[in-house]
């Protein structure tokens, strides 16, 4: 089964895996229950930024409605690798693009995102009473 919520700790161990201990990315992503494609994203981020970019995402990315465009334009128009725009545009993961893109082939307008997800613990709902 795959499941890619890791710990920052292994997310490292898994990466260091790859790069130092020159295993591939199918070998480390079956031993350890993981989709290829988040390997990968993993160690993109931490050879642009180091172990931070191993760090669990506590809030959603912040992607402008004109940097969307020119991510999903640079793959279907300059036919771009899918690889090489996550990593020009530095975008989360390949998953978050491949999602611009099909809402944009299907016609749906590409708009910013942001703002964080809501930190709120969620409660028992109760309801409504009047006083």
Do not use: C
């Amino acid at each position: 089964m795959i499941q890619n919520k890791k710990t920052f700790e292994e997310r490292l161990f898994l990466v260091e895996e790859i790069i130092e201990r020159k295993k591939s990315n199918y070998r480390v992503a079956k031993e350890n229950g993981v989709s290829k494609m988040i390997l990968r994203d993993w160690v993109r981020r931490y050879k642009a930024v180091g172990p931070d970019g191993l760090i669990p995402f506590k809030t959603r990315m912040h992607y402008s409605k004109e940097v969307k465009k020119q991510a999903v334009e640079a793959v279907l128009i300059h036919e771009e690798r899918i690889s090489d725009v996550v990593k020009k545009f530095n975008i989360s993961a390949h998953t978050v693009l491949r999602g611009w893109i099909k809402g944009y082939t299907s016609g749906k307008e590409l708009k910013s995102t942001g703002g964080g997800l809501s930190t709120m613990p969620k409660g028992k709902k109760q309801p409504f009473k009047r006083d």
